[in-house]
């Protein structure tokens, strides 16, 4: 599988963008995909995470109420929808994807084998 993610832009505090990992190749409903973030001068964090099925979603503290995500595996894409943007939300977002994830493991990016190039968000003050 591979993936491209897209969607990133510039948006003032408070405003939404969407974000989509578009796989291609190998069988997308079996892969768990994951959004991960990695700020400038910082570690690459965990976003969220959509399990292959669809009916499980995990989401870090930091975005809970604001972000959502969702797949749609007709068009082997998943998408990370932001609202009330931060500019601490400010960074390149990844999306990665793993066949073989439990869920024990799914906040770690180590444990996604496959990752997309990134797209940058940028949230203006």
């Known amino acids: 599988v591979q993936l491209q993610a897209s969607g990133g832009g ?7 963008l969407r974000l989509s990992c578009a796989a291609s190749g190998g069988t997308f409903s079996r ?3 994951g959004w991960f973030r990695q700020a400038p001068g910082k570690e690459r964090e965990f976003v969220a995470a959509i399990f292959r099925s669809g009916g499980n979603t995990y ?19 998943v ?8 500019p ?6 990844y999306c990665a994807a793993s066949s073989s994830i439990i ?3 799914i906040r770690m990016s180590r444990s996604y084998g496959t990752w997309g190039q990134g797209t940058l968000v940028t949230v203006s003050s």
């Open 10 to 16: 510039l948006v003032q505090a408070g405003g939404s």
């Open 103 to 105: 869920l024990s493991s």
């Open 88 to 93: 601490d939300d400010t960074a390149v977002y």
């Open 59 to 77: 989401l870090a503290e930091a975005v809970k109420g604001r972000f959502t995500v969702s797949r749609d595996n007709g068009k082997n894409t």
């Open 31 to 33: 892969q768990t995909v």
């Open 79 to 86: 998408y990370l929808i932001m609202n009330s943007l931060r």
